[in-house]
Protein backbone atom coordinates (compact mmCIF):
# COMPACT_ATOMS: atom_id res chain seq x y z
CA UNK A 1 0.00 0.00 0.00
CA UNK A 2 1.34 3.02 -0.99
CA UNK A 3 1.47 5.74 1.79
CA UNK A 4 -0.33 9.14 1.35
CA UNK A 5 1.62 11.91 0.28
CA UNK A 6 2.17 14.99 2.34
CA UNK A 7 0.08 18.21 0.89
CA UNK A 8 0.75 21.71 1.56
CA UNK A 9 -1.30 24.63 0.44
CA UNK A 10 0.92 27.44 -1.16
CA UNK A 11 0.90 29.67 1.72
CA UNK A 12 1.74 26.90 3.81
CA UNK A 13 4.90 25.44 1.30
CA UNK A 14 5.96 29.43 0.99
CA UNK A 15 6.00 29.80 5.33
CA UNK A 16 9.01 26.58 5.37
CA UNK A 17 9.76 25.52 1.50
CA UNK A 18 12.77 23.79 2.77
CA UNK A 19 10.81 21.23 4.83
CA UNK A 20 9.14 19.99 1.58
CA UNK A 21 12.08 19.95 -0.48
CA UNK A 22 13.93 17.79 2.06
CA UNK A 23 10.55 15.16 2.05
CA UNK A 24 11.06 15.17 -1.45
CA UNK A 25 14.55 14.16 -1.51
CA UNK A 26 13.79 11.77 1.28
CA UNK A 27 11.72 9.98 -0.99
CA UNK A 28 8.33 11.01 0.36
CA UNK A 29 5.33 12.19 -2.18
CA UNK A 30 4.78 16.05 -1.40
CA UNK A 31 1.93 18.23 -3.33
CA UNK A 32 1.43 21.92 -3.53
CA UNK A 33 -2.09 22.57 -4.16
CA UNK A 34 -3.26 25.94 -5.17
CA UNK A 35 -6.84 26.91 -3.68
CA UNK A 36 -7.50 23.56 -2.89
CA UNK A 37 -6.59 21.71 -6.33
CA UNK A 38 -3.05 19.39 -6.09
CA UNK A 39 -1.15 21.97 -8.41
CA UNK A 40 2.38 20.34 -8.03
CA UNK A 41 4.08 17.62 -7.33
CA UNK A 42 8.00 17.91 -5.49
CA UNK A 43 10.55 15.26 -6.83
CA UNK A 44 14.04 14.78 -6.19
CA UNK A 45 16.33 15.16 -9.85
CA UNK A 46 18.61 12.22 -9.65
CA UNK A 47 22.12 12.33 -11.50
CA UNK A 48 22.51 8.81 -13.27
CA UNK A 49 24.52 7.30 -10.07
CA UNK A 50 27.78 5.69 -12.45
CA UNK A 51 28.07 9.52 -14.08
CA UNK A 52 31.09 10.43 -11.97
CA UNK A 53 32.58 7.05 -12.69
CA UNK A 54 32.36 7.42 -16.45
CA UNK A 55 33.98 10.87 -16.16
CA UNK A 56 36.57 9.70 -13.81
CA UNK A 57 37.48 6.87 -16.56
CA UNK A 58 37.56 9.03 -19.62
CA UNK A 59 39.97 11.80 -18.19
CA UNK A 60 42.04 8.27 -16.57
CA UNK A 61 41.76 7.46 -20.22
CA UNK A 62 43.43 10.70 -21.02
CA UNK A 63 47.59 10.61 -21.79
CA UNK A 64 49.45 12.65 -19.45
CA UNK A 65 45.94 12.62 -16.76
CA UNK A 66 46.10 10.84 -12.83
CA UNK A 67 43.22 10.22 -11.15
CA UNK A 68 44.17 9.71 -7.71
CA UNK A 69 43.04 9.84 -4.14
CA UNK A 70 46.15 11.68 -3.00
CA UNK A 71 44.42 13.75 -0.11
CA UNK A 72 42.69 11.67 2.31
CA UNK A 73 40.85 14.80 3.47
CA UNK A 74 39.18 15.48 0.62
CA UNK A 75 35.81 12.94 -0.22
CA UNK A 76 36.49 12.69 -3.81
CA UNK A 77 39.24 11.50 -6.25
CA UNK A 78 41.66 14.07 -7.45
CA UNK A 79 42.84 15.07 -10.91
CA UNK A 80 46.44 15.94 -11.95
CA UNK A 81 48.91 16.08 -14.86
CA UNK A 82 51.85 13.87 -14.94
CA UNK A 83 55.18 14.81 -17.03
CA UNK A 84 55.75 16.49 -20.14
CA UNK A 85 52.76 18.02 -22.02
CA UNK A 86 49.95 20.58 -22.26
CA UNK A 87 48.77 22.02 -19.46
CA UNK A 88 44.85 21.89 -18.46
CA UNK A 89 44.15 25.22 -19.97
CA UNK A 90 45.39 24.25 -23.37
CA UNK A 91 43.95 20.60 -23.56
CA UNK A 92 40.77 22.49 -22.76
CA UNK A 93 41.46 25.05 -25.17
CA UNK A 94 42.69 21.92 -28.17
CA UNK A 95 39.29 20.23 -27.00
CA UNK A 96 37.05 23.31 -27.72
CA UNK A 97 38.16 23.28 -31.10
Known sequence: MKPHPQCYTV???????SRAI??????EE???????????RLVPIEAPKDARADVL???ASMPG????QCRPWLPRPTIGLSGEGPTASEMLLEDRR
Do not use: D, W
Request: net charge positive.
Open 11 to 17: KEFSVNP
Open 22 to 27: HQAMAG
Open 30 to 40: VIISLRGVPTV
Open 57 to 59: AFL
Open 65 to 68: VQVA
